[in-house]
């Protein structure tokens, strides 16, 4: 099996961090492929906000926490926000793990392509993360509270441009403890038709 691979089939959802930042150097390799995911016309319209200021980081988890308490949750509500709003009860909940580095990316709400091209570059992020020993998580908070004025406040100062929409962003650092083992995949997700 090639590395290509190898990369995309060994890469999982890493929920544990070290303190260490990643360096400058991983970072600029990182961002360089997310630039290079493919986006509908070649618009590259994107935004990525990398933001490692641990004040920062620690201010929009104060405004997710917020955010979560307000949200009404019914048997409707997607699962993922209800596990979320419980967890954000908890003094210790951080939305996005502890990683040092937290990368969002944004797109122009109005162009209709926003999400699958942004979806792109995020998986770049997380395939180039892991051929560089480095973990990585898909964090959708940003996405659901985005447009909630105190936080689309803080993602302001983030340099998320003010047309723009949070479509994902992921968490990045060292991993802490052992990488996990991939679940089983569903069957009957594939139809060949020759």
């Known amino acids: 099996m090639n590395e290509v691979l190898q990369n995309i089939l060994t890469r999982r959802s890493i929920r544990s961090y070290q303190s260490e930042q990643i360096t400058d150097a991983e970072l600029e390799a990182i961002i360089e492929t997310a630039k290079y995911a493919p986006s509908g016309s070649n618009s590259q319209s994107w935004h990525f906000s990398v933001v490692q200021s641990e004040e920062k980081l620690l201010q929009l988890n ?37 990683a040092p580095t937290l990368i969002i990316v944004s797109n122009d709400r109005q162009y209709s392509n926003a999400m699958a091209d942004s979806s792109l570059a995020l998986q770049n992020i997380f395939l180039a993360a892991h051929s560089l020993h480095i973990g990585s998580c898909w964090i959708n908070q940003l996405a659901w509270f985005g447009d909630e004025p105190v936080v689309r406040d803080v993602l302001t100062t983030l340099a998320v441009p003010q047309n723009y929409k949070v479509y994902g962003a992921a968490a990045l650092g060292y991993i802490s403890g052992n990488q996990p083992k991939a679940a089983p995949r569903k069957e009957g997700t594939v139809s060949i038709i020759k």
């Open 62 to 98: 104060t405004c997710i926490r917020d955010a979560f308490k307000d949200l009404v949750v019914d048997e409707t509500t997607y699962r993922a926000k209800v596990a979320g709003k419980k967890a954000a009860e908890s003094d210790s909940y951080n939305f996005y793990y502890h």
